[in-house]
């Protein structure tokens, strides 16, 4: 979920949204993201303002395309050999990045730019692309595997709702927890965290 | 969970804290929050905008202090009789309220006008001293009741990601199963949503 270079078939649009992409990233770690305005994006990407704000509205909106692009997963999850530990891994990882100041900013932009709700319907589907690929992975060597939308349930949503709303302590600890609840051996939270 | 008035003890901060709060349910009402401006909405609560200016910062961090006043609930839970009928009049409720249009924006605006995550935290406290409020009474009965961050992972959670990040049914099927889960009776996600 770290940065990555957008790389797409061809077109003219297709090179507008990687060069505006890409400014919009070095900008921000050259001058800050409060110094961020659409003019100086679009001088550094070699386009007009106006197709930026044509393809993206404002500012807000291009922040938001651009953080979900940097929540969307590099690689597909570790093979620890089974569903459990696949799981723990995939919930320590998700933790940590999520919980980053660099990943709260992201989801931050990813929700507010984003009257419409695409992008953080994208980022909830980049979740269910990794927990689909654990599941087919636990599947294959006869392992009973929860259904997707009780692993967002009982996994990813209390991570969300905590790194959104309520400050807690995310470690392992608490993500195994999680795990265990999701394959229905472990119903009480630890009283460890928060 | 709706509008309420904001009445607190004297002093010249809370009388201004509640006409500019008020100035603000009152235009967007007028004239929609796309045309809310500081300018406008002191001059409607009768202060200057450096008066605004200093104390909230900005027009998004007044509209997420108006959002979570307005997220505040009015009333204690509904007494049902048992903890399970208060958990699912309340899950009812609270999905009800909070993924209408007007939640959601106060959602929106509470989250995104919040750089400390104050205000998220509030609306957090609230859901806690709500359930907090249905466990009491429920322990009075002698009923066995889960702790507050086990409701706030299991049903709280869950009903927050799906209004933020995935559009879903959060009908009764689906509430009544959460209450399920925390009550350690129902680990399975009903077929019925999204």
Redesign the interface.
């Known amino acids: 979920m770290s940065a990555r270079a957008t790389t797409r078939p061809g077109g003219r649009s297709a090179r507008v949204q990687q060069s505006v992409h890409q400014a919009v990233r070095d900008l921000e770690a050259e001058v800050g993201r409060d110094a961020l305005t659409v003019p100086l994006i679009a001088a550094r990407a070699g386009v007009t303002p106006s197709t930026v704000y044509r393809r993206w509205g404002d500012l807000r909106e291009l922040l938001s395309d651009v953080a979900v692009e940097r929540l969307r997963p590099d690689t597909a999850p570790a093979d620890h050999g089974g569903l459990r530990a696949d799981l723990e891994a995939w919930a320590a990882q998700f933790a940590e990045e999520m919980s980053s100041t660099a990943g709260r900013t992201y989801i931050?932009d990813a929700?507010?730019g984003d009257p419409g709700?695409g992008n953080?319907?994208r980022?909830?589907d980049y979740a269910v692309e990794q927990l689909k690929a654990i599941g087919v992975r636990a599947a294959g060597r006869g392992e009973a595997v929860?259904?997707v939308?009780?692993l967002?349930?009982?996994l990813?949503?209390?991570l969300?709702?905590?790194i959104?709303?309520?400050?807690s302590d995310l470690s392992t600890v608490y993500t195994d927890h999680?795990v265990a609840?999701a394959l229905?051996r472990g119903?009480?939270?630890p009283?460890t965290?928060?």
């Open positions: 931050r929700l507010l709700q953080a319907v980022c909830s929860p259904d939308e009780t967002l349930d009982v990813v949503a209390p969300m709702y905590r959104l709303f309520r400050p999680l609840a229905g119903p009480a939270t009283q965290k928060s």
